[in-house]
């Protein structure tokens, strides 16, 4: 058991150390933050889950990178319903979760200064929750409390959404792939386990968000059925705000990861139906196959969302019909600097990109454009026939009663 679980960004590390060391120097309290240090033969997001629900006091460290981690927010949601959560901001921003500012220690250019009076804020703030060394516990807050993941054989999760079990895979295409572009340099990655959506949304489940909002929307041939296209990567994020508050839980982007995960669904091949990927598999522009396979139909439209045989994980149209909004930023040379690091955990994407990545191929596309490690990329505010999205959910997770 930690005193602290700490949750922040990597890219924050080196502005979290001062922070963990006073903690631990001058108040003798155990902060679990360096992941890198599970101990072998511990699955990651089990070892996670024990320290996230033991520990006696959740800190987050807010910061421009974090705000846009699915697992620091996850982490602080835990730590919010347990009334065990300390906000700090790294910088200047908005603190998520409906907190005010005036409730969020701001360490934003404390400069390492622990005498700030900010950081004396956050220490009192911690110190309800932790006793200093040779303190008795104060009286832990009464709540109802989920387990962890690792106690629940299968999560509450909403309907058709599939409980995808993380592992380490291969991203990207090999050098003898077809078709491949060269920014597809393959490298490792490891996932926690994720909850997807069997389909994209639908222009039922976006008119339902757009009634509620009074914003106007396209959906086209207006069939509740087909995906819910001409979606900005704005849009959508702000239909997961939506559906995160109307239903709990986090709704989310998939990273770029996730997806491809997802997609191969543990194949290896160019598609995850094999070597080849039919018209009778999916909707794509059939007179521009794949290699020197026979062509097929092109349909010119989307189909509904439930079209063809799911992959391997149930997951429908992980090829074709319409490109998927992911939660990552686009590079071009992101996976190349990801091989140089061996190993990457649960990846975000690059720190700054103006673009955002899609993926899975599309109705009016080549089937190459279909391959499962095919990247491309859209501005936010692209907004298109051929662009639709996905939703991950994050449970809140339910024991047993």
């Not at 200064?113 to 516990?137: M, N, W, Y």
Request: hydrophobic share 30%.
């Amino acid at each position: 058991m930690s005193d602290i679980f700490l949750s922040y960004a990597r890219e924050d590390e080196e502005r979290v150390r001062p922070i963990i060391e006073y903690l631990e120097q001058h108040f003798g309290w155990e902060v679990f933050w360096d992941r890198r240090n599970i101990p072998p033969g511990e699955f990651f997001h089990l070892h996670i889950a024990e320290k996230l629900d033991t520990a006696k006091c959740v800190l987050v460290a807010w910061s421009k990178h974090s705000v846009a981690s699915g697992w620091v927010l996850e982490e602080a949601e835990e730590g919010k319903s347990r009334k065990v959560l300390v906000p700090l901001l790294l910088d200047q921003i908005k603190p998520p979760l409906g907190f005010r500012n005036i409730q969020v220690a701001n360490l934003n250019g404390w400069n390492n200064d622990t005498s700030h009076e900010q950081l004396k804020a956050c220490v009192e703030r911690i110190a309800s929750f932790v006793p200093k060394r040779g303190q008795p516990d104060p009286e832990m807050p009464k709540v109802s409390k989920a387990p962890a993941l690792r106690d629940v054989l299968q999560p509450q999760l909403p309907e058709n959404f599939v409980l995808i079990r993380g592992g380490q895979f291969t991203m990207g295409s090999p050098e003898g792939e077809a078709n491949r572009y060269d920014e597809e340099t393959q490298h490792e990655v490891k996932l926690s386990d994720f909850a997807m959506c069997k389909y994209v949304v639908t222009v039922g489940e976006y008119r339902e968000y757009a009634d509620a909002k009074k914003i106007v929307y396209d959906d086209g041939e207006k069939r509740d059925s087909l995906p819910a296209a001409n979606v900005s990567w704005h849009d959508a994020v702000a239909y997961c705000d939506w559906l995160s508050k109307k239903h709990g839980g986090l709704y989310r982007l998939s990273t770029e990861a996730e997806w491809e995960y997802a997609c191969r669904a543990g194949t290896t091949t160019p598609f995850n139906t094999g070597e080849n990927l039919t018209t009778d598999q999916a909707n794509y522009n059939g007179i521009y196959p794949y290699r020197d396979y026979p062509k097929g139909e092109y349909r010119r439209k989307t189909l509904p969302v439930d079209s063809f045989e799911p992959n391997g994980f149930g997951l429908y149209n992980m090829h074709g019909n319409v490109n998927e909004w992911c939660g990552d930023g686009y590079y071009e040379n992101y996976y190349e600097e990801c091989r140089k690091q061996g190993l990457v955990e649960n990846p975000q994407g690059p720190e700054t990109s103006f673009p955002c990545v899609v993926r899975g191929g599309c109705w009016n596309r080549p089937a190459q454009s279909c391959r499962s490690a095919a990247r491309n990329a859209r501005t936010f505010t692209y907004r298109s026939s051929d662009v639709g999205f996905r939703l991950v959910f994050v449970p809140q997770l339910q024991g047993p009663s």
